[in-house]
């Protein structure tokens, strides 16, 4: 096949600052927000009523994509972009299991050979060294981003790009890109089809590297060269269901059902509620009995509908009016909002007990102390077991491209939830010399280099401990 020339021209380099300000304007037009659009369309029904909502969701077509999912995983993940959106229940799901990673919960521990002695200068540096790149990264965004994603759509897919600037992670389409394998540190690699970007040139040439280099080899043969080797310096890649890396499956699609469900049941009380407030007032004119037996009116209609029509305009918009010569009393349109609520509530807590995780959404079924911190670990466990491996493999290995000689870091299993907990151990370890300072207040919210800083300042340089005495 011949080979094309590059349309792509040599550009400037972008600071990772850069390409975030980018991102975050033109999001809107290249983020998958128009796909869980689609979804939506694929599962409504056109020719029902658009004014009851709840009856709209086409199940036939979620039941054909779960009867075969790795065919179908694409539909699958759209709808799972769709109920994030739709449901309030699935987005605290996902924020649940995203949010239990503490990417300040770590250890930083320079590597010393133990049998050769440490080199104080050098164990110095690469402590400082690492530590400078971490304190630059902002982890805890960054990191949080990309969780979210992976709950939701099962892998997450990014470049990332690092300098004195920041660090910043972009969002890389995940229907041109798949897993192709893992790293010795033990995170995943993938490849992007590059056919992408035949739309969306501009972007290529703004961003620059590595974009350019793999656009012109597509170019230069693009059958053979569709699937490019996302860089190892720019990839980044988690996936949730780690026992499968060719398929990406969301980890909650069996709960898709009865997610739909319960929307279908909070649409029908939005219904009931509006219905309840109605009412139709009557006016009935009077009538009497002639001579001859013959009904009359006893005030003349004109008049009446005189004093009606007053009347109706005195009305507000949920009340309506009519007039008649039958005696009616006042009409309700309500409900049993009570058995409403609690069908809701119930189809809620379903969906929490069958979830595989996130008790605690569902906290009033633990009852005693010893379920409680039972149901914390088991959250816990199942929401980081995954991805906290790969968060640690992930930086171990960025951290070999960006420091001569890196400290590891060690990522703490604990979460929100547990790690006041593990505080306390660790102040307990340290009474018997165990050298876990930096690491208390890792789990405060301040990083080592922080932690560091804030001591050189309060002993060498404000001599607090000699200002501030506490009392006895």
Excluded at 285 to 306: C, H, K, M, R, W
Excluded at 342 to 347: C, M, R, S, V
Excluded at 422 to 443: H, Q, S
């Amino acid at each position: 096949m011949a080979q094309t020339k590059s349309k792509v021209s040599s550009t400037p380099t972008r600071t990772a600052a850069e390409i975030k300000e980018w991102y975050e304007k033109n999001e809107k037009n290249i983020s998958n927000f128009a796909k869980a659009q689609n979804a939506l369309k694929q599962l409504v029904d056109p020719t029902k009523s658009t004014t009851r909502t709840y009856s709209t969701f086409d199940k036939t077509k979620l039941r054909t994509y779960m009867k075969n999912p790795p065919a179908q995983y694409k539909n699958l993940r759209n709808l799972s972009r769709y109920l994030y959106y739709r449901s309030s229940v699935y987005r605290r799901l996902v924020w649940f299991n995203a949010t239990m990673i503490d990417t300040n919960a770590r250890a930083v521990i320079p590597i010393i050979d133990i049998n050769k002695g440490g080199d104080k200068a050098k164990v110095l540096k690469s402590y400082y060294d690492t530590l400078s790149v971490l304190n630059n990264m902002n982890l805890a965004l960054e990191f949080l981003k990309a969780y979210i994603i992976a709950w939701r759509e099962d892998v997450f897919f990014g470049m990332a790009f690092y300098d004195d600037t920041g660090y910043f992670i972009l969002p890389v389409d995940p229907d041109y890109a798949k897993v192709n394998g893992a790293y010795i540190t033990g995170d995943l690699s993938y490849v992007m089809d590059m056919s992408y970007y035949t739309r969306h040139e501009d972007m290529v040439e703004w961003i620059g590297e590595p974009l350019t280099s793999m656009y012109r080899q597509y170019q230069s043969n693009t059958t053979e060269n569709r699937w490019q080797q996302m860089p190892d310096e720019y990839c980044v890649c988690f996936k949730v269901n780690i026992d499968d890396y060719e398929i990406p499956l969301p980890p909650y699609m069996n709960l898709f059902n009865s997610l739909i469900n319960l929307a279908d049941l909070e649409d029908i009380q939005a219904v009931a509620d509006e219905a309840n407030i109605y009412k139709l007032v009557t006016a009935t004119i009077p009538l009497s009995n002639d001579q001859d037996g013959v009904d009359q009116f006893l005030v003349d209609p004109d008049t009446a509908i005189e004093y009606y029509n007053k009347f109706v305009d005195s009305l507000p918009d949920y009340i309506a009016a009519a007039i008649t010569p039958i005696p009616l009393d006042v009409l309700t349109f309500g409900d049993d909002q009570a058995t409403d609520v609690n069908k809701i509530e119930n189809a809620t807590k379903t969906v929490f007990n069958t979830s595989g995780g996130a008790q605690l959404l569902n906290s009033s079924s633990i009852s005693g102390t010893t379920a409680w911190q039972g149901a914390i670990k088991f959250d816990e466990k199942y929401a980081t077991s995954s991805l906290l491996p790969q968060t640690q493999a992930y930086l171990n290995r960025f951290l070999s491209y960006k420091v001569s000689n890196p400290a590891k870091v060690k990522m703490l299993e604990t979460s929100p939830y547990t790690k006041s907990t593990l505080k306390k151990e660790m102040l307990e370890d340290a009474t018997y010399g165990l050298p876990t300072a930096l690491v208390v207040n890792n789990l405060n919210g301040f990083n080592e280099l922080e932690t560091l800083s804030m001591n050189f300042l309060l002993h060498d340089t404000l001599d607090i401990t000699s200002s501030f005495v506490p009392l006895q």
